[in-house]
């Protein structure tokens, strides 16, 4: 197979839509790391298989700590300094540092804190699914993204962390743009919104600081009163909680809306199974339309020699590729295919259920939020697709578009409506 030298270009939406055959390209030939040109004029290496991606996230020479001037920002600039601010996070972080960080996240994400919220899951479903079906009614259509995947998550992550309902719409625009590519945004939106993100967590902060709540954001002021984090990484573990705990969230549950309505079958077969068999949706909806589709950015600390004469010069950039790991066929039979029995048990000793899939990372970053992504996932998908019976898409599927970039994937729209 010839080497894949094509222009990796993030921003095109024909890449954004379909890029699982640049990955199997990747991983055909067979090296545990391929270096790629990117459009922006920089390279990359990008780990595409399986056992590649577990061993690179376990490995302390590749580091989580962005080089400085990372990013292209301009030099002091109210942007750069807004975001070289919120960018002190656990997630951009190495242990000692990232250890001390995340621990003072871990006890509000506990089995118990996490399954305590199912009730409050219910309700705001079934209210964001009543206004979908008066949508319907009233105009015809609705757009699952719009009055479901993203508000659900927003409104579970903000009960969690005290941000109040209003603010929701300004904090989805500011971080839809800072998690895209700067050539698919008009010029200056990034810097705004880098600038604006800063300007809302300084002041929900002081609002903490004056009213604390029982929630997260209230915790960690009085912890960072009490000498625990200073008020840089107070902003970023903010910005980080409510980025990470939303982005991710509406992508997984917009995939999976539209998985099941271009497999109707597999939608029956949820509605027989009860709730073992919507588990097993949400996690073959992670496997296969894995939201993020790349980890964060690593950086190889010290030359690494991967084997297979595959050697990472030190402080090359290094993205492990979710989406690609996920479908790698030396893991998972039929790897391109939307199978959610393949999580289940077969219950005659016949089968194996399949590998655990990467979405939510591995190693010492691994996803602090993925008990409550599956909740939400398993909570909400049945109680949408119960109450709006004979749901269809109103659009053709293949032309729909997908985010952009190498970090958050997952469709922009669903329209759907009731026949
Ligand atoms: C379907 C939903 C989600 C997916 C697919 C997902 C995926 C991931 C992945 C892959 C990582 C590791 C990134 C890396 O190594 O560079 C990660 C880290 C993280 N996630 Fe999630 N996530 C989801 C939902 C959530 C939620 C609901 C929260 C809650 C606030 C959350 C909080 C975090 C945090 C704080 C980290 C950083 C952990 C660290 O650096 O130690 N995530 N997530």
New binding site residues.
């Given amino acids: 197979m010839r080497p894949v030298h094509d222009l990796l270009n993030p921003a095109d939406p024909g890449f954004a839509r379909d890029p699982y055959p640049y990955y199997a390209r990747l991983r055909a030939e067979g090296r545990p790391a391929a270096r790629v040109a990117l459009a922006n004029g920089t390279h990359a290496w990008l780990v595409t298989g399986y056992r590649q991606a577990r061993e690179v996230?376990a490995d302390a020479r590749f580091s989580n700590v962005p080089p400085s001037g990372a990013g292209r920002p301009r030099p002091d600039s109210p942007a750069q300094r807004a975001r070289a601010c919120l960018a002190r996070h656990?997630?951009n972080s190495d242990a000692p540092d990232?250890s001390r960080l995340?621990r003072f996240t871990t006890a509000a994400f506990t089995p118990r804190r996490v399954d305590a919220l199912r009730s409050r899951i219910e309700e705001l479903t079934d209210k964001l699914v009543a206004e979908v079906a008066g949508e319907l009614a009233a105009g015809g259509t609705a757009d699952l993204v719009d009055s479901f995947a993203f508000p659900l998550p927003v409104l579970v992550?903000g009960e969690v962390l005290g941000v109040p309902e209003a603010d929701r719409a300004d904090l989805r625009a500011w971080t839809y743009r800072v998690g895209s590519p700067a050539d698919a945004l008009a010029a200056g939106e990034a810097d705004e919104a880098w600038v604006r993100l800063h300007a809302y967590f300084t002041e929900l902060i002081a609002r903490k600081r004056r009213e604390p709540g029982e929630d997260l954001f209230s915790t960690l002021v009085r912890d960072t009163d009490e000498g625990g984090l200073d008020d840089g990484e107070l902003l970023a573990m903010a910005f980080?909680?409510l980025f990470?705990?939303y982005e991710?969230?509406m992508n997984?549950l917009a995939s999976a809306s539209l998985l099941l309505l271009t497999h109707p079958g597999e939608l029956a077969a949820a509605h027989h199974g009860g709730p073992e068999r919507w588990a097993a949706v949400v996690e073959e909806t992670?496997r296969h339309a894995s939201?993020?589709e790349g980890?964060?950015w690593r950086r190889a600390a010290t030359e690494v020699d991967l084997g297979g004469g595959t050697v990472i010069p030190a402080g090359a950039s290094v993205l492990v590729v979710?989406a690609s790991a996920n479908r790698d066929p030396e893991r998972f039979a039929s790897p391109d295919a939307f199978l959610p029995g393949r999580y289940l048990d077969a219950g005659d000793g016949a089968g194996e259920r399949a590998a655990a899939h990467l979405?939510?990372?591995h190693g010492?970053?691994f996803?602090?939020?993925?008990r409550?992504?599956r909740l939400e996932g398993a909570v909400a998908l049945p109680r949408l697709f119960s109450a709006l019976r004979g749901l269809e898409l109103a659009a053709d599927p293949s032309g729909l578009p997908y985010r952009p970039g190498l970090l958050v994937r997952g469709p922009r729209r669903v329209p759907v409506r009731v026949p």
């Fill in positions: 996230l656990m997630l990232h995340r992550i980080l909680l990470a705990g991710t969230t997984l992670l939201p993020l980890t964060t979710l979405a939510f990372g010492p970053h996803c602090l939020g993925s409550l992504a």
